[in-house]
């Protein structure tokens, strides 16, 4: 899986360069999301910008990064999400559980 | 096909019981969307969606196929007559009981049991049977 991190305001965020989140990768995105916060210690943005689909198996990766964030008191929040990908976390109302926001500006501020 | 007031149609595909196929079957099912003529519809809605159904359905046949069985496939049927898809995924394992998969606890973090959610959420009817040598999800939708 192609990722992209880069340290920014004292948070590191991890760009998804894919389109698709699926049972195919979704293991690897939820191990660097776990190795990200055990290096560092620092709150993630996951800017999801490229991704064009995403399925329960991504979203499982996802609230696995939120889960282990949240145990190290660490902030985990979500960015560019595409209205599609959105739609699924409203399905599943899991856009009540993660910080989203529509622009990195505001991520990194937040 | 578009501009036929019936439209009859299957695609029938077999894959290896891996999951870097998804994304090949994720894509045959959207251009299958895309060509549809969904009368008011919103195609990019109906494409994400049925890319998702086959996708979570795939997955969740690779899950519960055999490994070590030499049929170690996964079969995909997508069919269209007058307006009703019906979508076919066959696998070779042991299978699993469909109605003891209930909906996913909202409040509750859990990593894994979205899948067959979405799949209720977005066809029309979901049955998981018996077949010979092993067993076939079946989902339909009208599509408008």
Redesign the interface.
């Known amino acids: 899986m192609n990722i992209l991190m880069d340290k920014r305001n004292g948070k590191t965020v991890l760009s998804l360069k894919e389109e698709r989140v699926d049972a195919h990768n979704a293991g690897e995105l939820k191990d660097r999301l776990l190795k990200a916060l055990e290096e560092d210690g620092q709150a993630l943005v996951i800017d999801l910008n490229q991704v064009q689909f995403i399925d329960s198996s991504g979203l499982g990766a996802l609230l696995s990064g939120y889960k282990n964030a949240n145990l190290r008191a660490s902030g985990f929040a979500l960015v560019g999400l595409q209205p599609l990908v959105k739609s699924m976390f409203e399905l599943t109302r899991l856009h009540r559980v993660f910080e989203i926001y529509p622009s990195m500006e505001e991520a990194l501020a937040g | 096909m578009g501009d036929k007031s019936e439209t009859i149609f299957s695609v029938d595909i077999e894959i290896p019981n891996q ?2 196929y ?2 090949l079957i ?1 894509n045959i099912a959207e251009q299958i969307a895309r060509d549809l003529d969904v009368a008011n519809g919103d195609c ?2 109906l494409a ?1 969606h049925l ?2 159904v086959l ?2 359905a795939v ?1 969740n046949a ?2 519960h196929g055999s490994p070590g069985d030499p049929k170690n496939t996964v079969r995909i049927c997508i069919s269209i007559e007058d307006k009703n898809l019906c979508v076919r995924v066959y696998d070779h394992g042991q299978g699993f009981n469909l109605e003891a998969v209930s909906a ?1 606890e ?1 409040a509750d ?7 067959i ?2 799949i209720r ?1 977005l066809m029309d009817s979901v049955e998981y049977r018996k077949t010979e040598g092993g067993n076939v999800l079946e989902m339909r939708k009208k599509l408008a």
């Open positions: 999951t870097r998804l994304r994720g990019d809605t994400y890319n998702l996708t979570e997955a690779i899950e996913p909202f973090l859990e990593e894994h049991g979205r899948g959610f979405f959420s």
